[in-house]
Every structure is written in C-alpha cells, then in structure tokens.
C-alpha cells in the first residue's frame, strides 16, 4: 500500500518529491540554436572632389562608417543565431551612383549585383520615389523589371541601425509599430531589438535563400 501511495504522489508531482538529474525523467535543455551566416558585399559610390584644381574621387562614406553599421546589425541579429560578414572586399561605384535621385537610378544598382551574396550599397544621398521633397536613410529594393533583384541601399546621412533596419527588411520582415523595435521609426533612444517571431522570420527566409541559392555558403 506505501508503495502505491507513493507511485500516485510521483504522478501527480507530490510536495518534496525531487527528480534526480541523471535520470530519464528529467528535463533536457533546449539544444542551442545552430547561427545563420548571412555573406554580405559592400558597394561604396564614390564622389568627385576638387583638391587645388585637382579632381578626384573618394568615397562618400568612411571603412569605419561601413564597418560600424555592419556591427550594430550584428548585435541586434545576434540573440536570434544570425550573422552577417563580408564575403569580399569591398568594392567602388562610380560617381554615377552616388546621389540616386529617381527609381532608375536605384536599379542600375542591380548591374553591380555579386551573386551568392546579400548586396549592400552605400551611396551619398536617396531621394524618395514617393516624394520626391525627401529623402531617405536606406532602403531595401527590388529592380522593378526584374523583381528576383533585391538589394539594401544605405545613403551617408543613416543612423546607426539603418543597415540593420534594412537587413532586417531583406530577412522578411515589415514595419512595426512597436517602439525601439528595429523594424519601427519609434524610437527614445532605448535599446533596438527583434523579438522572438521577427527573429524566426528572419531564420526562416535566410534558410529560404540558402535553399534557393540566391545566398551561398562559400
């Protein structure tokens, strides 16, 4: 009879009644999340300067610009396993690409594209295509003649998490409306973050890329 009374208290989890850990009733940590590498390449336009009668060219945004936004996208991807790094080195655009006025002007950016990899350009100044009386930080864009095409345009004037932000568009996820969301305009200043279902979509559609071969592991 002691003993059944027993049986029972274990099945219905009696007070004091403790499991040890080496046995097959205890529960197992979750296995750790294998990390996404995401391979990236860089595209920087390049702007005419006059040096004493002299032109020449140089880059409208600094390797330690580039390299902090590339960054601050790591830390905010980097609780949900993923990661981007330059496949490459860095390349150059010509003048040309440096102020992108029109939608054109955006996908002549696609002549440029490295394929395998997620493509990151970085240009002095984007005007809006929807209004044309501003201009924006960055974009995540799509040829409009041939839609496969995608990129993330990062003009000089971004915020820190703009190539974040934009990554985080290329990675399948929209606006939010949440504020220090990194996919939301609503900010005061506290810490940027996915959650938990923007992180799972981005996996997801990572592992999409992979599958389809638009990104590959090199």
């Known amino acids: 009879m002691l003993r059944r009374r027993f049986i029972a208290s274990a099945l219905l989890g009696g007070a004091g ?8 009733w205890a529960k197992k940590p ?3 999340v294998a990390e996404i590498a995401v391979p990236i390449v860089i595209a920087v336009a390049a702007r005419k300067l006059d040096d004493k009668g002299k032109p020449r060219l140089e880059p409208v945004v600094t ?4 390299e902090a936004q590339l960054e601050a996208a790591n830390e905010v991807f980097k609780p949900h396993a993923l990661r981007f790094f330059e496949r490459d080195a860095a390349s150059t655009l010509p003048e040309s690409a440096a102020r992108l006025e029109t939608a054109a002007d955006r996908d002549a950016l696609a002549s440029s594209m490295v394929s395998g990899v997620a493509n990151v350009y970085f240009v002095e100044s984007l005007r809006d295509v ?6 924006r930080m960055g ?6 003649s041939n839609l496969k095409k995608k990129y993330v345009i990062v003009a000089a004037s971004a915020q820190p998490t703009t190539l974040a932000h934009e990554l985080g568009h290329y990675l399948g996820n929209p606006h939010s409306t949440v504020k220090n969301n990194l996919m939301s305009y609503d900010r005061d200043g506290g810490k940027v973050f996915l959650d938990d279902a923007q992180g ?3 996996r997801k559609t990572a592992r999409a890329l992979f599958a389809s071969k638009e990104l590959v592991t090199q």
Do not use: E
């Open 200 to 202: 799972q979509r981005a």
């Open 130 to 135: 929807d209004d044309p009386k501003l201009y």
């Open 139 to 144: 974009v995540c864009w799509r040829k409009l």
């Open 30 to 32: 979750p296995a750790p």
């Open 17 to 24: 009644l403790t499991i040890p850990s080496g046995t097959a």
């Open 63 to 66: 390797r330690a610009f580039v």
